[in-house]
Each structure stands twice: as structure tokens, then as C-alpha cells.
């Protein structure tokens, strides 16, 4: 099956879900506006991105089970997989539509956010509390007769508030507001980008599908984290070095985390190697909305070789985890090749 087979087999299971939840405030006796509006929510913030996480719960099973392909599933077996999927979407969904009015972001996924769709606004915030709901909805609609139940309620629980505390480091250390540099450093961005984007989008995945497949051992699960959280820190600093190296073309957008005042790894590098004249440079000039400013601070980036630094990183790492995954003790039904496939999808990606 193609990634766009795969893509499109996935989505087609999230109207039922919409269906079902739809049931549920019906079953309350909500009127037919609310109904309508919680539809209308799920619709426009779920299902809309590249849905990467949600697919991986299905392929993570597919390799830990031994099929040839996602195709090969019993229908009952893949619409449990693609359940939980849509739960990491939800999820996902959840703390898209709070960020966004934390940031006050104009646009996401190429339309605008929720909360500036007409007469949204800050009911917004209760619309992203009825997201994350809905994950607990399904989880006990479809799994609370499973023996592990409660290791899905507690591994989604456990992320959401290690990703909410990433969160809150990162908003109170790079407010777009109010810059100062001296509140950053590389041990920070490795915080908040473990705690913001691995645990959620990378251990979350194939977690979920290790307790399906009845591999649940907890060194397991250990050896499934060991790799998976540098991995995923690895990812957000490859996603910071391509938004400051990388072309509009080659990444779909063009880069903002400069003017924005991003903690990314691409400014943390250059403070640690920066002179005076250049540290002096970066505080006057970093996360202004100016593109003068910008070109200073992408002159001192490139004067330094950040660069440079970022390939020796990412060989190192890419090292390390291959070296990780290869000593993977495989006698109690895990498999390396779950990690391998993770890996092969990041390297040395260019978007």
C-alpha cells in the first residue's frame, strides 16, 4: 500500500469517530448549534495536517506483528490501531488550538486559526478542552474492556503534561514580547523540545501500539524511549536548522523563528560561540520584526558556522541512535526495526 493508500484509509475512519462523539452530546440533549459547532470544530482542526503521528500507531503494529503490510490487518485489528491514531490527532488538535492563542498566530495549516474564525474567538479555549475530552470519550468507548485500559489513560495523561510543561518553559523563556537572550541556552531548548515535541510525537506513537500488540514489557517500553526521545529531539533541532538554512522552496514556508524570538537551537549554538561584538549584535537584533534585523542575525549564524556545527550534529546523533538500535534485546517481542524506520523518516530530511 502507498503512503497516499495509507493516508487516505486512515481518514476515511475519522467520520465515524466525528459520528459517535456527535452521539454522545446528543445523547445529553445538547441542542443541534452545539452540536453543529463541536462538529464543525473537529473537522476543521483534526484531520487537516500530515497526520504523521497518528499513522505511525498503524505501521508500528504492522512491523511489530510481522505483517507484510498495513493492507494485510484484520478491519476489526486496524480500525483499533486507527482509533488511537486519531486520539494522538485529537490530541494534537487539542494543543494546536490553545497555541495558537497563545501565540497569536494568524494562520494554521494554510487556513486560518480557530479562534479567528467567525464568532469563534475565545470559545476557542473550550473548544480545544472538548478535543482533549474526546480522546478519554473514545479510549473508554472502544478499549475500557481491554486489559490495557488504564495503560492508555495514564500514557495519555503522562503526555499531555509533560508537552504542557514544555509548553510553559518555552513561553516563559522566549515570550515574542519580550526578548532577552540571557534567559537562553541549549540545555533549555533540549527541555523544552523533549518535553513540547518527542514525548507527544514520537515515544506517544509506537508506545500505543507496543500495549496493542501485547509488547509491554516495561524495559521495552524503556528501550523504545531511549531512542525515541533523542530521536525527537534531533527532529525539532533539524526543524530549526531547515528554518533558518533552508530555502522557501525546499521547506514550504519561509523561516520566522529569527523575528519571532524562537529558543531555537540554530541561536542557542551561535550564544554559546558568539564574541561580545557578536552576542552584542544578537540582543539588538534578535526577534525584532524587521528584516535588517534579520540579516544581522542570519550574518552572525553564518560567520559563525552554525551550519557547520549542525552537520557534525546530526552525524553524531544519527551514529549514536543506529549504534542504540543494533544492541535492542529483541527476545521479548520488540523489534529494532520500529526505531530503524523512525530514523530513515528524519535523516537527513529537507522539509
Known sequence: MSKESNKAKFLAEFPKLVGELKSILVGYGMPAEAVQWFEDSLNYNTPGGKLNRGLSVVDT??????????EDLPAEQYEKLAILGWCIELLQAYFLVADDMMDKSITRRGQPCWYRQKEVGEIAINDAFMLEASIYALLKSHFKKE???I????????????TELGQLLDLITA?????DLSKFSLEKHSFIVIFKTAYYSFYLPVALAMYVAGVCDPKDLEQAKSVLIPLGEYFQIQDDYLDCFGTPEQIGKIGTDIQDNKCSWVVNKALQLAS??????LDENY???????????????????VDQYYIKYEENVAQELRKKIS???????FKGEVLTAFLNKVYKRSK
Open 276 to 281: 561580545p561584538e557578536q552576542r552584542k549584535i
Open 287 to 305: 526577534g525584532k520584526k524587521d528584516s535588517q534585523c534579520e540579516v544581522a542575525c542570519r550574518k552572525v549564524f553564518n560567520d559563525l558556522k
Open 61 to 70: 503494529y504492522v512491523i511489530l506483528k510481522g505483517y507484510k503490510s498495513v
Open 175 to 179: 515570550p515574542e514580547d519580550r526578548v
Open 147 to 149: 486489559s490495557y485500559y
Open 151 to 162: 495503560d492508555l489513560i495514564e500514557l495519555f495523561h503522562d503526555v499531555t503534561l509533560q
Open 327 to 333: 544492541q535492542i534485546d529483541e527476545s521479548r517481542g
